[in-house]
């Protein structure tokens, strides 16, 4: 059954904390990692209409495109490559203020000018990337950072 969003708050922060408990029972009870992903990216997208949000999973020893909301994407990246391969590599979230400043960026769109990507951890191993751009330079911060990662650690499992 789909539900509709109940988004009030004004800051990020706010904005965040009303989103979290919505998008647990969203997930809550389903255990298709494709429809959780589905559903994350569009709650993320309507709450604040990022430029794209989206999800790579790690199949094969490469990043193949999965749910997204947003423009045309980068269908495959290797290991090490661009914020994406990179955040898998490292295993740990990346927040890049200015993409065209970040080595070996893959631009997939030259309007996307911010980034943040963060791992899905599963049992200690990546086992796919929130990735989330914006069309705004240093859109990202901590707030983002701190929020993105406690969705994601929370629902991991269920991706």
Not at 38 to 67: Q, S
Request: hydrophobic content about 45%; overall charge negative.
């Amino acid at each position: 059954m789909a539900e509709q969003l109940k988004l009030v708050a004004q800051t990020k922060q706010e904005r965040y904390a009303e989103l979290f408990p919505q998008l647990k029972s969203v997930v809550e009870g389903e255990s298709d990692g494709v429809a959780n992903m589905a559903n994350l990216a569009a709650c993320l997208m309507e709450a604040f209409r990022f430029w794209w949000v989206g999800f790579y999973r790690v199949v094969d020893e490469e990043l193949v495109l999965g749910p997204f909301q947003g423009p045309l994407a980068c269908t495959r990246i290797r290991k090490g490559r661009g914020v994406c391969g990179k955040a898998w590599e490292v295993a740990r979230t990346i927040v890049v203020p200015d993409v065209d400043k970040f080595p070996g960026h893959i631009a997939c769109s030259s309007v996307s000018r911010s980034e943040i990507v963060v791992p899905v951890i599963v049992d200690d191993k990546v086992t796919a990337v929130l990735d989330i751009d914006s069309c705004e330079l240093d859109a990202f911060d901590e707030t983002d950072r701190e929020w993105l990662e406690r969705m994601v650690a929370e629902v991991a499992t269920l991706l």
